[in-house]
């Protein structure tokens, strides 16, 4: 059965600090990993990753994929309260997402 | 707004009830998922469908069912409801029979007392 585990559960964090995210997984037929943002609706996607050691970004958003060490680092630099959210990590493996639990992340003033 | 839209946007009833939860996807996307979102399970995936035809399946009760109609509106029907199915529900759309691109509905907030 695919795994995906994401750490830390949650996080507190004041405004301008950074965040880094992580997600583990086993999967079987792998062929990408994938974040997505959720706020109080629905999933919103973020990055798709294929290659190992290449890095995404999207302003004060990046990350990365290690396919040899089956893991992925969503980090987050100069947070703001509009980056307060659960952070769900996903992988498609079988033509299927299995989704990690997620990452709750919440930015103080 | 992602296009896709859910109805209704909360739901309560009894357990031992039936519920059906519908899905529109956005236009011209042919393929629907859906999601089962708990706090304990986080976010499941439970079936695909693609151009009306079952196209994957997932941790999916066997008493839940859904099927997509000609118009490619998708129904999921949840029955013999427990209190543990409990859950925000999620529809998605993708263009293609199968993408990571996937565009998720507002979602359906089922309450089983």
């Known amino acids: 059965e695919d795994k995906v585990v994401q750490s830390p559960l949650s996080l507190v964090v004041h405004e301008g600090d950074t965040v880094t995210l992580n997600c583990s997984y086993e999967?079987?037929?792998?062929?990408?990993l994938l974040w997505y943002k959720q706020e109080k609706k629905a999933p919103t996607f973020l990055f798709m990753l294929t290659s190992s050691g290449i890095e995404k970004k999207s302003g004060r958003l990046s990350s990365i994929l290690d396919k040899k060490e089956l893991f992925s680092i969503l980090n987050i630099t100069a947070t703001q309260t509009g980056d307060s959210a659960i952070y769900l990590c996903a992988v498609d493996g079988n033509n299927r997402l299995a989704f990690g639990k997620g990452n709750q992340v919440v930015v103080i003033p | 707004d992602s296009g896709v839209t859910q109805t209704p946007k909360h739901l309560i009833t009894a357990t031992g009830q039936r519920v059906t939860l519908r899905c529109s996807p956005r236009s011209g996307d042919l393929s629907v998922y859906w999601y089962q979102q708990s706090l304990d399970q986080g976010l499941q995936f439970l079936i695909q469908?693609?151009?009306?035809?079952?196209?994957a399946k997932g941790n999916i009760l066997e008493r839940f069912s859904a099927q997509q109609f000609p118009d490619l509106h998708s129904e999921l029907n949840l029955s013999s409801l427990e209190l543990g199915d409990s859950a925000l529900y999620f529809c998605?759309?993708?263009?293609?029979?199968?993408?990571?691109?996937?565009?998720f509905g507002p979602g359906t907030r089922l309450t089983v007392t």
């Open positions: 999967v079987t037929n792998f062929r990408s």
């Open positions: 469908y693609y151009n009306g035809e079952e196209r």
């Open positions: 998605a759309s993708s263009s293609r029979e199968f993408s990571y691109e996937q565009y």
